[in-house]
Nanobody
Framework: QVQLVESGGGLVQAGDSLRLSCAASGRTFSSYVMGWFRQAPGKERDFVAH????????FYADSVKGRFTISRDNAKNTVYLQMNSLKPEDTAVYYC????????????????WGQGTQVTVSS
């Protein structure tokens, strides 16, 4: 089992950058595929990005491709989401998630979730 705690959210202006962090408990962090999702008010939780166990493969939603970068540091049990050129439509609660399987772009692919961190982008 793994516990996840996100941090780094906040209020920024359009065009700004933010880096989200997700710290994981336990010694087996490197055995999980890690993902980031987001949920805007009144909308479903959407996939943002995921990264494989050894960082060898990353995958992004089209809406963030070229602007967001997911990375991980297995020595620090932490996964990151660097968000550049933020837009108002990026406003959402951002969640990190862990998958003991293959991961993927569906929320049901992930068994463990953090509590979320709010990102608000003003125009």
């Amino acid at each position: 089992q793994v516990q996840l705690v996100e941090s780094g959210g906040g209020l920024v202006q359009a065009g700004d950058s933010l880096r989200l962090s997700c710290a994981a408990s336990g010694r087996t962090f490197s055995s999980y595929v890690m993902g980031w999702f987001r949920q805007a008010p009144g909308k479903e939780r959407d996939f943002v990005a995921h990264i494989t166990r050894s960082s060898g493969y990353t995958f992004y939603a089209d809406s963030v491709k070229g602007r967001f970068t997911i990375s991980r540091d297995n020595a620090k049990n932490t996964v990151y989401l660097q968000m550049n050129s933020l837009k108002p439509e990026d406003t959402a609660v951002y969640y990190c998630a862990a998958s003991g399987g293959y991961g993927g772009s569906r929320s049901t692919d992930y068994a463990y979730w953090g509590q979320g961190t709010q990102v608000t982008v003003s125009s």
